[in-house]
């Protein structure tokens, strides 16, 4: 073997030595890229339609309503009770993809009544839901129409759990810590 070749293997060889061991595949055996389909107990789903997708430590939540665990819209004509209960089916799927209310990122608030007044008591019940601390970033867009006549508000979310066993610290208002 001439001395070019020798240099080339040594150096290939401390590379592969250099080389960080492959990643872990998170509990469960699933590996980080692949999606699990989220419902979580007492929030009504459309059969076949997940309240959220989880793909590694991202969690995407489907469009929330204001509907209870018999499927029943709430708080008819009242947008702050519709947005209590959108938030406390947020917060039921995101126990169920094992984070917690901390850990939602991004809400994006659709609203038939996108008055200041409105936006602001919506506004309220999220930051009431998820925390003051590092309230998520918000986006609220107006619209004409919701699955149901009645209903006022609707909101999805992007979460990013911080690890598989939850922080007491990011548990959200009204957990025992």
């Given at each position: ?79 702050r009770g519709q947005a ?60 004409t129409a919701l699955p ?30």
């Amino acid at each position: 073997m001439t001395k070019p070749h020798r240099t080339a293997i040594i150096i290939a060889v401390a590379l592969a030595a250099c080389t960080p061991p492959p990643r872990q595949l998170p509990s469960g055996g699933q590996s980080s890229n692949v999606s699990q389909r989220i419902t979580a107990p007492g929030v009504p789903v459309l059969e076949g339609m997940p309240h959220a997708v989880r793909v590694g430590l991202t969690v995407h939540v489907a469009g929330m309503v204001p509907v209870d665990s018999a499927g029943r819209l709430v708080a008819a004509g009242d947008v702050r009770g519709q947005a209590r209960q959108v938030m406390t089916n947020l917060v039921a799927v995101m126990r169920a993809a094992r984070g917690v209310p901390g850990d939602v990122t991004r809400v994006t608030i659709y609203l038939r009544d996108l008055s200041p007044t409105t936006v602001s008591a919506v506004r309220a019940e999220v930051v009431a839901a998820l925390g003051e601390g590092t309230p998520p970033a918000m986006t609220f867009v107006g619209v004409t129409a919701l699955p149901e006549p009645q209903m006022l508000v609707m909101i999805e979310a992007t979460a990013n759990l911080r690890s598989e066993l939850p922080d007491r610290t990011r548990m959200g208002p009204g957990v025992s810590r």
